[in-house]
């Protein structure tokens, strides 16, 4: 499978999939404002100046646009629709649900059912024992395909006048490789060696099509930038009322301050400079345990500070280990490798060691694929302590013999749930049984996640030593309580109006709003710029550049909504996300947890607004109830009502079959300690105190 999730990155075509609002300013408006003519000269500053790209961008960005006029008498319908209710009204709106939404009818041109085909979060519909396991892995980091026999379900929005279409380009790209979820396109057209891809496809420019040639740019040097934070929020202290069970044998006690951690100077300087000034409670019990020598598995809510949880006592490690300079060679021997599920994210983990490690020896690295192989190795040779990659990329680095193993000393998995799941569970066994990997009696493996079911929790086993602990930080896998969480009942065909109206009540607020497909995610993104709502996208369609691209744009506010899929769920850090929107429900519960958690972070408060319909989110209803009451939020009666029905109709369709795991489910082991503590208490090791 490729490098990270919902990727199979080979089959993309290189290009974009719309020219959102924010680019408006790059184009000059036709006579009647309905196509956008393009300058040489602002097409060349987007992109490599490819004239193929170029005309598909343009033909499909005025193909948008008439998609706008595709059903007037739906847009009168907005028009003249009023927005009491709406998004202001929250709860209430909830109990009263939309299943008499006048919105539904007659709108069957306006959208279409999904096929599963460009679902990006299939994998977690199966999550861990789906019938994905036949998915052979390929890593496919270094090439793109543009054409040839596989199908790829690029988007193009085709304009056909009213009642145009929006149409999947089957047949445009090729590829192979690349995990897909459940009923995408698996295409192994290079045979079942997952040693291979880029060394054969990609640097080596055989036919597997053109490299990879993206170089993302280099991170901001100026201290400033390097140590730029948002502020924490009002709900921050509440954190030390979340209660905390930490279970296994000799449970180190927790820490309390920053200071009682005893790091090094430059290490608390560089803490100070982050503004952190009070650590959270999965800081206070991990950064011990870590501390301490111990395998670690952490589970605490969205936004709770894992990050620095690992990195911290990790760096504190290294620091008072001697770690040595970094130093240009050509077999790096990292001390650290640190792998998540997405490109972004790792990204992100990356700034985040940069960060801790100013003004330290320690060289921070990330790889991730979608950007040039080369580029990966070049970052690498000039020095390489912490190592942080997707999966994919980090075994073609390993395999190209420019990462050494023996000098692991620290693993982690963040996202550890995901990244252990069919999906990169099989990727994960391989990278530490690699030749060389230190075993894990002799590494530290750490994993780290808001949401662990338990048979991943069981597969965990065989990564860490059998004494490892387990923290869990509130209810393991539940909501983070300072997003306020809001189910509306929507059918499928007025989701868009909904959206919309919800867009306008926000109004200059940053949003991301989470759809199932990466089709669907273009669609929506193009349909809001038609509506005026600036917009851009992320998805595993797009080029590397692009998401780069988009998520700055949404960063930096140029773009107030970012339409996602699921490849955006979780771990993404971004300031000031007031709100999510799940246009979409995902398939799972947790995959629910980790959407709505891209807001309310840090002791700030969010709201998510998810559409639920009836028809096809039905059994997410128990699952739902089960998450709101736990966080204490209102839960809609029609909501309770579904649940319940399902209940005593013998149907439990959750999703997830451990959805109401809170323990470590080592329970069983009669030997097993636990100890529970508000997180604002030192707590001391329990003695032999039977879990049970
Ligand atoms: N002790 C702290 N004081 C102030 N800010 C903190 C502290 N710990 C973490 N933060 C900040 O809180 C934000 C969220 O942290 P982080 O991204 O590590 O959360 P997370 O628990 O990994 O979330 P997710 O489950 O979504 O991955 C970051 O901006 C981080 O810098």
């Not at 090094?264 to 503004?275: D, E, F, M, R």
Request: charge should be neutral.
């Amino acid at each position: 499978m490729g490098d990270e999730d919902w990727e199979a990155e080979i089959i993309k075509p290189r290009m974009s999939s719309y020219v959102p609002v924010f680019e408006k300013d790059r184009y000059s408006s036709g006579a009647n404002g309905d196509t956008f003519n393009r300058t040489l000269a602002s097409l060349s500053e987007m992109d490599d100046g490819s004239s193929r790209r170029d005309h598909f961008m343009r033909s499909r960005f005025a193909a948008g646009r008439s998609l706008g006029n595709r059903d007037p008498g739906e847009s009168n319908t907005r028009e003249n629709t009023s927005t009491v209710g709406g998004f202001r009204v929250g709860r209430s709106f909830g109990n009263r649900g939309f299943s008499n939404n006048k919105f539904e009818e007659g709108d069957s041109s306006g959208f279409w059912r999904e096929s599963n085909n460009d679902r990006e979060d299939n994998q977690t519909r199966n999550r861990g024992f789906s019938k994905r396991g036949d998915s052979k892995y390929e890593q496919d980091e270094g090439t793109q395909h543009t054409g040839g026999i596989f199908g790829s379900r690029r988007l193009a929005l085709t304009g056909v006048g009213k009642g145009d279409t929006y149409q999947s380009r089957s047949g445009s790209g090729s590829g192979r490789g690349g995990y897909k979820g459940l009923n995408e396109e698996i295409i192994t057209g290079s045979g079942k060696n997952s040693w291979k891809s880029e060394a054969k496809g990609g640097e080596s420019g055989d036919t597997q099509g053109p490299k990879v040639t993206y170089i993302p740019p280099p991170p901001p040097e100026d201290e400033n930038s390097i140590f730029a934070h948002y502020q924490t929020g009002i709900n921050f202290d509440k954190y030390d009322a979340i209660l905390v069970e930490v279970s296994g044998h000799d449970v180190p006690p927790a820490i309390l301050t920053f200071e009682e951690a005893n790091l090094c100077q430059t290490l608390n300087s560089n803490i100070a400079k982050a503004g952190y000034t009070k650590l959270t409670p999965v800081q206070k019990y991990s950064i011990p345990i870590i501390l301490g020598g111990r395998d670690l598995m952490a589970c605490a809510q969205t936004g709770s500070g894992k990050t620095a949880a690992f990195l911290l006592p990790i760096l504190a490690h290294m620091m008072r280990d001697g770690v040595t300079a970094s130093r240009f060679k050509e077999l790096q021997e990292p001390e650290c490798i640190i792998v998540a599920p997405t490109r972004e994210l790792i990204s992100q983990i990356y700034l985040e060691a940069r960060k801790f490690s100013f003004g330290t020896c320690v060289r921070a690295v990330a790889i991730y694929g979608g950007t040039q192989l080369g580029h990966s190795i070049r970052q690498i040779v000039q020095g390489c302590n912490i190592l942080c990659a997707t999966p994919g990329r980090l075994m073609d680095i390993i395999r190209k013999e420019k990462i050494g193993l023996r000098q692991v000393k620290y693993i982690v998995l963040d996202e550890a749930d995901r990244m252990l799941d069919m999906g990169f569970g099989p990727e994960m066994k391989k990278l530490i049984s690699c030749p060389g990997m230190p075993s894990k009696e002799q590494r530290q493996t750490l994993m780290f996640s808001a949401t662990f079911p338990e048979e991943i929790q069981r597969l965990a086993g065989e990564f860490l030593k059998s004494d490892y602990l387990f923290v869990a930080v509130g209810q393991v896998g539940g909501a983070c309580r300072d997003v306020q969480q809001t189910i509306l009942q929507v059918g499928q065909y007025s989701k868009r109006e909904k959206l919309v109206e919800i867009l306008r009540n926000i109004g200059d607020e940053r949003t991301m709003v989470f759809v199932e497909t990466k089709k669907k995610a273009d669609f929506i993104a193009t349909f809001l710029c038609q509506e005026k709502i600036s917009t851009t996208s992320i998805h595993g369609d797009r080029e590397q550049r692009e998401r780069e691209q988009a998520l700055g744009d949404f960063r930096c506010g140029k773009c107030l909504a970012l339409v996602a899929t699921s490849v955006a769920a979780r771990g993404l850090d971004i300031e000031n996300v007031q709100h999510v929107i799940n246009f979409d429900l995902p398939s799972t519960i947790d995959e629910y947890v980790h959407r709505i958690g891209r807001t309310g972070r840090c002791g700030n408060t969010g709201r998510a607004i998810s559409f639920f319909d009836p028809e096809s989110d039905g059994h997410l209803a128990q699952p739902l109830v089960k998450v709101l009451s736990d966080a204490q939020q209102d839960v809609p009666a029609w909501l309770e009502e579904m649940a319940f029905s399902i209940y005593v109709t013998g149907f439990s369709g959750s999703t997830r079959g451990n959805m109401f795991v809170s323990i470590d489910t080592r329970k069983g082991k009669s030997s097993l300690n636990t100890a529970r503590f508000s997180s604002s208490q030192a707590p001391n090791p329990v003695d032999d105190e039977s879990w049970d």
